[in-house]
């Protein structure tokens, strides 16, 4: 089993909410050369390698748990809820302040709190001059849904076998599934709102989630007491091939046409699954065989704070944006690339110290709530005589 906590894995969320920034902050110059945007946009991929990072500290926390006797859907439905909600509900409000957007739907809302917005167009929302609630928020919507999800997988897919076999059905199940959505919703949404959802949901980024569930697998198997223990040695001195691999095939993305959307017409294995497959590499080559270079003080502080970095980053970036002299964002050639670079740094670096205030006087005091209310409801232990 894995340590209770890996410093690896706050990286990899560091480097994951980087990847988010550079995709939104270097398009801030609208006349970006060709080049840097096609691989500033890999940036957008950076959301999948939460998704694989999730699930492995998912999976182990839940494995953890097993050790003392069933795991408790209640507790595990908590300490979801006061990780994520309240630094979310509070994005939504300043957001509505400070980015509205049309009219405040009241079942939009409810759909909101609850964690539903996720399962159709107009609730996602990607229809035009929809209230988004919290920007970048299908990517909460569609771990929420998974999180309801995970129970069951833990429960059904023990063994790396039955995670690799569940990987692979849910590529043609996506196909499938959004073949059937895209019919049903395009008559009423449009192509451009029904490909937008349908590349968010659930069923879309599942095998996202399932490469993390097949990644924590083969961790467990590598570590010390894991089936491939001896072997596991071999894997560190190949380390570098296998990250230099992965790095390879994240940057074709950039560089071939690729179909983002597994549907009728398009192949099963889309972007977001290509991206997935590569950070899971990376991610078990990055534990079996930690490197400083994402092992580091600033890296893993910027990975603790990674959920409010990325709410955050929103806001900064729009109010740059309207405080920066427009000349700057209308840069071209040469000058374009450094305003665009210099935008980067600039919303990284207050995004980075920000995410610090709010993880500490949001974040942390709403987990240490959840904790608290986990144990306060726990049956008390009878006394011994």
């Not at 076998?161 to 590529?171: E, K, Q, Y």
């Not at 270079?293 to 309207?322: C, D, T, W």
């Not at 040469?334 to 740094?345: G, M, N, Q």
């Not at 993880?359 to 209310?373: D, K, M, N, S």
């Amino acid at each position: 089993m894995l340590p209770k906590h890996l410093p690896m894995l706050d990286g990899l969320r560091g480097v994951a909410v980087t990847l988010v920034i550079a995709s939104h902050a270097f398009p801030m110059v609208h006349a970006l050369p060709w080049a840097i945007k096609r691989f500033s946009n890999l940036g957008f991929f950076g959301v999948q390698l939460f998704f694989v990072v999730s699930c492995i500290t998912l999976a182990n926390s839940w494995r953890r748990g097993q050790r003392a006797g069933p795991p408790s859907l209640r507790n595990f439905a908590l300490r979801r809820v006061f990780r994520i909600a309240p630094a979310y509900f509070l994005a939504a409000i300043f957001y509505a302040w400070l980015i509205p957007h049309g009219p405040i739907d009241p079942e939009r809302v409810i759909t909101f709190v609850t964690f539903t917005s996720g399962w159709t167009p107009a609730q996602m929302p990607t229809v035009q001059g929809a209230w988004v609630c919290v920007p970048g928020g299908w990517s909460i919507e569609a771990e929420f849904a998974f999180y309801a999800l995970f129970p069951i997988l833990m429960s059904a897919l023990p063994g790396l076998r039955r995670a690799v076999a569940a990987f692979l059905i849910s590529l043609p199940l996506a196909w499938i599934i959004n073949g059937v959505a895209t019919s049903s919703y395009q008559p009423i949404y449009g192509a451009a709102a029904t490909d937008q959802f349908l590349y968010y949901w659930l069923p879309n980024q599942l095998p996202v989630f399932l490469c993390g569930l097949a990644a924590f697998e083969v961790i467990v198997k590598l570590m010390p007491g894991g089936r491939w223990q001896s072997t596991a040695a071999r894997f560190a001195r190949l380390s570098p091939l296998v990250l230099a691999l992965s790095l390879a095939a994240f940057l074709a993305l950039a560089m071939f046409p690729w179909p983002r959307l597994p549907a009728p017409g398009h192949l099963f294995l889309p972007t977001h699954v290509i991206a997935a497959l590569a950070f899971s590499a990376a991610t078990v080559a990055f534990v079996v065989r930690p490197m400083a270079m994402i092992v580091n003080p600033l890296i893993v502080r910027i990975g603790q704070a990674s959920f409010s970095a990325y709410l955050v980053h929103f806001a900064i970036i729009a109010l740059l944006e309207k405080l920066c002299p427009s000349w700057i964002f209308a840069q071209t050639g040469v000058s374009a690339a450094l305003c665009s670079l210099l935008a980067f740094l600039g919303v990284f670096a207050i995004t980075a110290a920000l995410a610090q205030l709010t993880y500490r006087f949001i974040e942390l005091p709403a987990i240490q709530l959840g904790t608290r209310v986990i144990s306060l409801s726990e049956p008390a232990l009878p006394q011994g005589g």
